[in-house]
């Protein structure tokens, strides 16, 4: 590794149109093939920070101040034609969403080959040439003609290596990398993850990785710096970050991945009592087979978790227990009594008992209503109460979920994420129902906020009794509050264990498949799975 | 194996723009679908939704001898769908009837008036159409500079003016203060084209004032959504300069919005039209169909209703054919 | 100056302080009009004069005095047309998006064919066989426009719809009426205000243009349209009688939309088009 700086920020300072202060006198330094992470939560600023190193702001941020050296150029002095030299040729980015990055009316090779020949370092024959390379090194499939097909023709994860290829078509000596593998489900993003990393250590390039998830990081960068509220935190090599954090807040980024699965859940809630048993369902959307033949059982106070990717068909088995889509075939027991498939046959009682909370609490709560509408409708509706009665169950839903009494009158939009979803969790609980089916409540939360809210539904099973069942892609946090676990893949369990054995012993292909592609707070995480491959390829 | 080839190649073709070959086939029977709709409900209107549709044109004081001869003029003794068949099938082979008033035959009455409305159409949607869309990229291109605020005001005015006020201000200006066209557009058959032109410049100005200033907002906020798209910023992120931006990347995605836009506001035209004509008293089938309407005179109105309703909907069904056409996910198929 | 805690701009206050006016006027016509509604106080097409600020009209009656009268019945029909539209629109709009079904397939197919005719030419039809009286006038209007309306309710719905929330409460088993009225229409209340605006203007100059070309209200209820046509043979001899009414009507339509724009961009998120390059 050379010790040149190749790219030098100094003093950033960004601002909204509307004046508030995005991000705050940040400076950042990279050398020549290293590798710096750019960690932190919503609203850090990171992405911002990553545009700007190409000396670009979206509309309503305004670059106010700060130096953006690269390669010895200041290109925040430069003007308007320099800085478009710059882009594309000297620093590149890859978006988090490449479907969205890709132009659906041209072709993948066209759109890969533009920026070196718009910036005149190859012609058009030698940039196809070496697309062609790129797309190998990437292991598409058919590389010496992928690049005739169009956006909406491959799949995600070939789309998002298409956009590192169309990155490094002019051998750029930065590349900004902003939240690449952060769409992608957890064993496609194993894979890109190890493709990147060996793109970014074979052309010797340096990057800039922006990225939440500190686990996923660790894997590829040299550094880290810590960014909180778009003010820096801490910086330091990884292996430091990891293990020995300076600063309180980094601490707690770190553990909340933590190998130690601290609060394994215990089973003390947990009662013989079977409050649902779904049995042999199928279902289909039009003709196609979805669900096939899932069986599951729920006891009184467990937690039984069902893990699955996209299209696995888990968001599909919430919707069937709920009654917004009715089985083919099967049936669901529901303390006992046989539950019938649609909603509207089911009793108001009935529809009282099991409650949903969903994954994106912005939309899960009525924007125009106040608290204490949301969650004193259900007290109204299911109960019959007066108004007084009302408003003091409101009161005792607020001390359960810990949000403090006069939020009663405000609407959801001046709350946070973490705090929109207690106000769902307590809307749930506001009908006292036995079973509530989470899907995916803590995927749009930060990771601090995420392991709030499960803390939270900890406690609220072990005070109440609640049984719960958790649609999540996320192991961790199956690991953290789940009694047993169901494994699902294309419509069907693989595999249906306690959380521990599930863990311990993956007997399924699948389920091991999965356990493994979650990244661990290790530096050397990956490269282990990249040799337990090779090793299983020999 | 001339034939295996082309065997092969129609095997290819027909794979390849198979789905597009279809949506274009079903939008055209939806069309077709929509004529026959829309004939029956004109139908409707005219002849079963008034009940009596005699005491109804006729009036509260018509004699019930005046009532029995209008019936029978309309041939109202004949159960209404055998009266909607005849009339459709007549209509079909060019017959549209004979009108009440002045009994002169209709179809030989429309079709030189249609001409003319299709002439003075087509004149304001020559000028309309370029000037329009081409101001509207160049507003959204430049969006937020003086230039494209000034254009958003005019636009916004413009739109908001009624057609006659329009009509009569050019007037004033072009026709009686500096005499450069007549105020009245007296064409006829026998006219030879430039003269056709000349008379037809006021009219087909206000048309184009009209249509061009909706055109143009419309086509701004289409072009504008496409300049928001992340592939655009990807763009800008290569280091590609502005021009070849909107060119390459912007234009051929915002081609489908715009063509809707265009196709919409057609239907603007036909709706001006009507007016405009009455203010040049241009023997147009606008000024035909208000004629007929302030005369109640029922079987002109069905023939000029169906005639403006039939070209609505081919333009319509055309638009949506293009926005087919030029959708590269269609163009390109798995 | 802020008007709802929205900064308003120069035109937006004009806008604004037209609208105002005419409203004022409309309401209060007979006790400020300088004339009767038909009293003739002059001579065909006299000059303004201190004694008419506007002329006279074709028949010697004061211009000014049957632009208010004029004023009143136009924006008011307007109004009424409007409003019916709107309850019509967004009742059957509304109800398409969260029923779906059948009930769905059967507006949005109805809606469909009859917008396949443009406006005028549906209305003139209907006028034709109907007469011109003002409540038809009203009713068919309202009506046709209605379906404009139930397009924007709908898609509007469709959006809201798809909301959690909505589905919470569905789960629940709220009512028809409830999901519509409580999680809905509170939601969708901003794009629909604008609309009304937008909407009025159209109904403003339709109404305008009919009675312009004879089809709309009919004399003697005065109406700016029908003051345009029958003033409009003094063009002919350079004379400005028929601009006043003109005039009036794209004074308001201006101002209202002016007013619509000013709403409009309020919400509006700058677009990709400033980003600093």
């Keep these: ?538 | 194996m001339l034939a295996g080839a082309l065997v092969m190649r129609a095997q290819f073709f027909s794979y390849r723009s198979h789905l597009m070959a279809k949506l274009i086939v079903n939008r055209l029977l939806l069309g077709i679908l929509t004529l026959f709709a829309v004939s029956v409900l004109i139908f409707v209107c005219t002849q079963i939704l008034p009940g009596d549709v005699a005491s109804a044109v006729l009036g509260q004081g018509a004699t019930p001898e005046a009532l029995v001869v209008f019936r029978r003029e309309l041939g109202l003794d004949v159960p209404a769908h055998l009266r909607y068949w005849n009339w459709l099938v007549g209509a079909l082979h060019g017959d549209l009837g004979v009108a009440l008033t002045n009994k002169r035959v209709i179809i030989d009455d429309l079709l030189p008036r249609l001409r003319n409305t299709l002439f003075l159409a087509g004149y304001a949607a020559l000028i309309a159409i370029p000037l329009s869309v081409g101001l509207g990229v160049l507003s959204a291109i430049n969006e937020g500079k003086w230039s494209d605020r000034l254009a958003n005001v005019l636009t916004l005015i413009a739109i908001s003016l009624p057609e006659f006020f329009i009509a009569y201000l050019l007037i004033i200006f072009f026709a009686v203060n500096v005499h450069w066209f007549p105020s009245l557009a007296m064409v006829s058959g026998s006219m030879g084209f430039s003269e056709r032109v000349f008379q037809t410049t006021l009219p087909a100005l206000t048309l184009t004032l009209l249509v061009a200033a909706h055109m143009l907002r419309m086509t701004r906020s289409s072009v504008l959504s496409v300049m928001s798209t992340p592939y655009i910023e990807m763009a800008f992120l290569k280091g590609a300069p502005r021009r070849r931006v909107i060119v390459r990347h912007a234009l051929p995605n915002a081609a489908a919005p715009i063509i809707t836009v265009i196709a919409l506001n057609m239907a603007y035209l036909v709706v001006g039209v009507v007016v405009i004509e009455a203010v040049f008293v241009y023997p147009g089938l606008g000024q035909y169909m208000v004629d007929g309407v302030s005369k109640r005179d029922v079987p002109v109105i069905q023939a000029c209703g169906l005639t403006f309703a039939t070209v609505f909907v081919l333009l319509n069904t055309l638009a949506d054919i293009l926005v087919i056409l030029v959708n590269p996910r269609l163009r390109h198929q798995r | ?277």
């Design chain 1, 1 to 538: 590794m050379d010790d040149s700086t190749i790219l030098s920020i100094t003093g950033l300072r960004l601002v909204s149109i509307a004046g508030n202060v995005i991000v705050d006198n940040v400076n950042l330094h990279l050398k020549r093939g290293e590798v710096l992470g750019l960690i932190g939560e919503s609203g850090a600023g990171k992405s911002t920070i990553g545009l700007s190193s190409m000396s670009y702001a979206r509309a309503g941020v305004h670059i106010a101040g700060g130096e953006v050296v690269l390669g010895g150029v200041n290109i925040r002095a430069l003007d308007a034609e320099g800085r478009r030299e710059v882009r594309g040729k000297r620093i590149a980015y890859i978006a988090q969403s490449a479907a969205a990055a890709f132009n659906p009316a041209h072709s993948l090779m066209d759109q890969v080959c533009e920026a070196p020949v718009l910036h005149k370092l190859m012609t058009r024959p030698e940039a196809e040439a070496w697309a062609r390379e790129l797309f190998t090194a990437l292991d598409l499939p058919d590389p010496q003609n992928f690049g005739s097909r169009y956006p909406h023709q491959v799949s995600g994860g070939q789309l998002q290596r298409a956009m590192a290829a169309m990155a490094m078509s002019c051998r750029p000596d930065v590349l900004v990398l902003d939240e690449p593998t952060t769409a992608l489900d957890v064993t496609t993003q194993i894979e890109v993850l190890i493709l990147l990393k060996s793109l970014i250590r074979q052309y010797h390039t340096a990057a800039l990785y922006i990225t939440h998830d500190l686990a996923v990081v660790a894997q590829v960068a040299d550094r880290i710096k810590v960014l909180r509220h778009g003010k820096e935190v801490e910086e330091g090599l990884t292996q430091q970050i990891l293990h020995d954090a300076k600063q309180d807040y980094t601490a707690r980024l770190v553990a909340v991945r933590g190998a130690a699965a601290s609060e394994r859940a215990s089973g003390a809630t947990v009662q013989p009592e079977k409050v649902l048993s779904v049995q042999d369902c199928h279902a289909y959307y039009g003709d196609f087979h979805v669900v096939r033949g899932v069986s599951l059982d729920v006891q009184r106070g467990e937690t039984v978790a069902v893990v699955g990717e996209s299209g696995s068909g888990k968001s599909t088995l919430a919707r069937i227990i709920t009654g917004l889509l009715p089985p083919r075939s099967g049936q669901i027991v529901f303390q006992d009594k046989a539950l019938p498939p649609t909603l509207q046959e089911r009793s108001k009682e009935l529809k009282r008992t099991i409650q949903l909370v969903y994954q994106i609490p912005d939309v899960a709560i009525n924007p125009r209503q106040t608290l204490r509408e949301i969650i004193g409708r259900p007290v109204e509706f299911y109960f019959g109460a007066g108004r007084a009665e009302v408003n003091a169950r409101a009161q005792e839903l607020m001390t359960l979920v810990e949000l403090p009494q006069d939020y009663l009158e405000r609407r959801p939009g001046q709350l946070s994420g973490g705090q929109k979803q207690r106000v769902c969790i307590a809307r749930a609980l506001a009908a006292k129902p036995d079973l509530i089916i989470l899907d995916e409540p803590t995927s749009a939360l930060d990771p601090l906020v995420a392991e709030e809210i499960l803390t939270l539904l900890r406690k609220l099973q072990r005070e109440l009794g609640l049984s719960y069942i958790l649609i999540t892609h996320d192991l961790d946090v199956v690991h953290r509050i789940a009694h047993r676990t169901a494994v699902m893949l294309q419509g069907q369990f693989v595999a249906f264990d306690s959380t521990d054995k599930i863990f311990e012993n993956p007997e399924h292909p699948y389920t091991q498949k999965l356990i493994t592609a979650v990244p661990e707070m290790r530096v050397d995480w990956l490269d282990e799975v990249l040799a337990k491959r090779q090793k299983a390829a020999a």
């Design chain 3, 1 to 277: 100056m802020k008007l709802f805690g929205h900064k308003l701009t120069a035109s937006a206050a004009f806008g604004l302080a037209v609208v105002g006016l005419f409203i004022v006027i409309s309401l209060f016509t007979p006790w400020i009009a300088p004339y009767s509604e038909s009293a003739n106080v002059g001579g065909t097409w006299d000059e303004p004069s201190m004694k008419m600020i506007f002329g006279a009209d074709q028949i010697g009656r004061d211009m000014l005095t049957r632009m208010m009268y004029g004023s009143r019945m136009t924006i008011g029909v307007a109004l009424a047309i409007t409003t019916l539209s709107f309850i019509i629109g967004i009742l059957t709009g509304l109800v398409s998006a969260v029923m779906g079904g059948y009930v769905d397939v059967f507006f949005t197919r109805l809606v469909d064919v009859m917008l396949s005719i443009p406006s005028l030419i549906f209305a003139l039809i209907i006028l034709g066989v109907f007469g011109s009286s003002i409540p038809t006038l009203i009713m068919t209007i309202a009506v046709l426009d209605s379906t404009r309306v139930f397009r924007l309710s709908r898609a509007l719905g469709m959006n809201l719809t798809v909301m959690e929330y909505v589905e919470a409460a569905r789960l629940r088993g709220e009512g028809l009426w409830w999901v519509i009225t409580r999680e809905i229409l509170p939601n969708a209340w901003a794009p629909l205000v604008s609309e009304f605006g937008l909407r009025f203007c159209f109904n403003f100059l339709f109404i305008a243009g009919l009675s312009f070309l004879g089809l709309g209200i009919q004399p003697p209820y005065a109406d700016l349209g029908g003051m345009v046509r029958e003033n409009a043979a003094a063009i002919n001899f350079g004379m400005m009688a028929p601009i006043y009414p003109a005039t009036a009507i794209a004074l308001l339509t201006v101002s209202v939309n002016l007013v619509v724009d000013w709403m409009l961009s309020i919400d509006a998120r700058p677009s990709g088009a400033q980003a600093e390059l």
